[in-house]
């Protein structure tokens, strides 16, 4: 009797640590299972998006800790891998949204991080192709110089100024008041000149009536 309740205790003691390691790998399986995952995405993985495309949505099986929002993110890179996020991430519930501009149609690749209902960081990626219309950029042109309006209605070009090449002559332009100074410099060398020519006629004179005076009196 001793010995078969020996053998009953050694029994019940291996299957109690054999259930106990069974329970705590269930518990451990339990515990790496509870992390939160996407559950649906737009647009959907490997699909290819004909009409505009303006938001990236994910959804996921339950609510990000928000107390980590600086830890939540996404990015949606085109081929060349520039960002086409335009506005930080919209978390409503258990769903993430954030805003989108494609620069060119081809594929893309969307980069999700978010912190899980219990504590743990997750992330991923997937991609789609985007076959949609793209904004071309506004053209950019130099406004046009209005000519200038002459008297009448009329419209002239502007003249361009000459440029002097060194060692030219500059030749002075003249205006009014250099024009009427040189007209009255004129005139006034005329009436001296007159003045002079009958001074000349006057004594000329004097000295002729001088000699025949002279020679009657002799």
Avoid: K
């Avoid at 290819?48 to 993110?73: C, H, K, M, R, Y």
Wanted: hydrophobic fraction near 45%; aromatic fraction near 4%; charged fraction near 10%.
């Amino acid at each position: 009797m001793t010995a078969l309740r020996r053998a009953l205790a050694g029994v019940t003691a291996a299957t109690v640590a054999a259930g106990g390691l069974l329970l705590g790998g269930v518990v451990g399986a339990g515990s790496a299972s509870a992390h939160d995952y996407l559950v649906s995405t737009s647009p959907a993985a490997d699909s290819t998006v004909t009409e505009p495309l303006t938001q990236v949505v994910l959804g996921f099986n339950e609510p990000p800790l928000t107390d980590f929002a600086s830890a939540i993110a996404i990015e949606v890179r085109d081929a060349a891998g520039a960002n086409i996020v335009t506005d930080p991430v919209s978390i409503v519930d258990s769903t993430l949204t954030v805003s989108v501009a494609p620069t060119a149609q081809g594929a893309y690749t969307v980069l999700w991080q978010t912190v899980s209902s219990d504590g743990h960081p997750v992330s991923g990626e997937y991609g789609f192709t985007y076959a949609g219309p793209v904004a071309a950029p506004a053209p950019t042109t130099a406004p046009a110089t209005a000519p200038a309006t002459e008297p009448g209605g009329g419209t002239s070009a502007p003249t361009p100024a000459a440029s002097a090449e060194p060692g030219d002559p500059v030749t002075p332009s003249p205006d009014a008041s250099g024009t009427a100074a040189e007209g009255g410099d004129s005139g006034a060398l005329v009436w001296v000149g007159l003045g002079g020519a009958l001074l000349v006629l006057v004594v000329a004179g004097v000295v002729v009536a001088l000699v025949i005076r002279s020679r009657r009196a002799a």
